[in-house]
Every structure is written in structure tokens, then in C-alpha cells.
């Protein structure tokens, strides 16, 4: 799934675990459930997520984002 996002726009996801997340342009912060860090994703980055609970996608900048089920 791609997904274009304004600032401050947001995605939540339920049982993330194995999906990739995969920034084309832009900034994102994600949060998930239970986890104590949180990730910080730029252009040309990307991250697994882990956990079973909900997550949290938003994005800081204009950001195009690929999200992935593994």
C-alpha cells in the first residue's frame, strides 16, 4: 500500500508485527504499543515493526510511504 501523507497526518495500524514501513520522501515518527523507543524514519529510510499492538504512523513533512505486510 502507498500512502501520501501531509504533516501531522497520521496512519494507525493493528497487530503491526512483520509489516515494513518504507519512506519514498519526507519524515515520519512511529510509536508502537508497548515499546519503550520510538522510530524516526527520512527519506530513503525504513523499519519493521514488532509489535503486536497498535502503531502509530505520522508524518513531520509531506512524506510518500510504502507499507508492507512480511
Known sequence: MDVSLAPGQFV?????????ICVAQGRLWITEESRL??????AGESASLHGDGRALIEAVDASRVHIEKN
Open 12 to 20: 494507525t495500524l493493528e497487530h503491526g508485527r512483520g509489516v515494513e
Open 37 to 42: 523507543d520510538d522510530i524516526w524514519l527520512s
